[in-house]
T-cell receptor, first 115, second 111 residues
């Protein structure tokens, strides 16, 4: 069974640039959730994808967008980067639907630094 | 008032001590409760997952939920230096809804 993987591990960008982060979900999982974790804080929910459709969104502006692909991998895109976007971005996979559970398994994260 | 309150610490204990970590929450609709362990610069790792009020034990770890008081705890027995990490409590309303996290408590176990 393959766990959740994320790429890249680290990224440095400048203000105004755009970034794409990638996540491969755990084998057998069809739901991917993205979280932002600022230094010294708990993760904050950005959005969730279930079977390629957005299935809930947290309090983040529209410049945060995402995609889920037929193989259930996912991308997080952030446009017009701001200094406050510097954080660890976490992807969590789970099995959604009526037979699913709430157990979400996290990847190692992508550390984004905006200069 | 934040939905989930957790003392950020840091908490420093000697090896072998019993550690008690706690969270309180304000929304009585939360149904499922988790504890995650996060090592520095890594993703959170699911440690414990509970639903009903009461205790759940797994090795050296015991999770306790008191829904009437809106209070959850994680106990670590015979703590080891390898337990040094940040412990995050998290909870969800139902189904595959988003996790709501506490701030995390940073724990150091000193040999």
């Amino acid at each position: 069974e393959t766990g959740v993987t994320q790429s890249p591990t680290h990224l440095i960008k400048t203000r105004g640039q755009q970034v794409t982060l990638r996540c491969s979900s755990q084998s057998g999982h069809n739901t991917v959730s993205w979280y932002q974790q600022a230094l010294g804080q708990g993760p904050q929910f950005i959005f969730q994808y279930y079977r390629e459709e957005e299935n809930g969104r947290g309090n983040f502006p529209p410049r945060f967008s995402g995609l889920q692909f037929p193989n259930y991998s996912s991308e997080l895109n952030v446009n017009a980067l701001e200094l406050d976007d510097s954080a660890l971005y976490l992807c969590a996979s789970s099995l959604g639907g009526t037979s699913g559970s709430n157990e979400q398994f996290f990847g190692p994260g992508t550390r984004l630094t905006v200069l | 008032q934040k939905e989930v309150e957790q003392d950020p610490g840091p908490l420093s204990v000697p090896e072998g001590a019993i550690v008690s970590l706690n969270c309180t929450y304000s929304n009585s609709a939360f149904q499922y409760f988790m504890w995650y362990r996060q090592y520095s610069r890594k993703g959170p790792e699911l440690l414990m997952y509970t639903y009903s009020s009461g205790n759940k034990e797994d090795g050296r770890f015991t999770a306790q939920v008191d829904k009437s008081s809106k209070y959850i705890s994680l106990f670590i027995r015979d703590s080891q230096p390898s337990d040094s990490a940040t412990y995050l409590c998290a909870m969800v309303l139902s189904g595959n809804t988003p996790l709501v996290f506490g701030k995390g408590t940073r724990l150091s176990v000193i040999a």
